[in-house]
């Protein structure tokens, strides 16, 4: 849970699949960006050091080690 008001209670899926992980946006209503780009309501791949950004709260993604 992301205590923050511009983040949607159910705003975007997490998804693991094959090693990787990819992110969707639920028609959240202010959006889910990877690197500043705003990702539709296709789903997108988080590789590693990307910023992840629900609303205004961001995600730093750890690199796998």
Do not use: C, W, Y
Not at 40 to 53: H, K, M, T
């Amino acid at each position: 849970m992301i205590d923050d008001d511009t983040v949607s209670r159910r705003h975007a899926l997490l998804e693991a699949a094959g090693g990787q992980l990819f992110i969707t946006d639920l028609a959240s209503a202010n959006g889910t960006r990877i690197d500043g780009k705003r990702l539709g309501s296709e789903r997108g791949p988080l590789r590693p050091n990307q910023q992840l950004r629900l609303g205004d709260a961001v995600i730093e993604r750890i690199r796998n080690g």
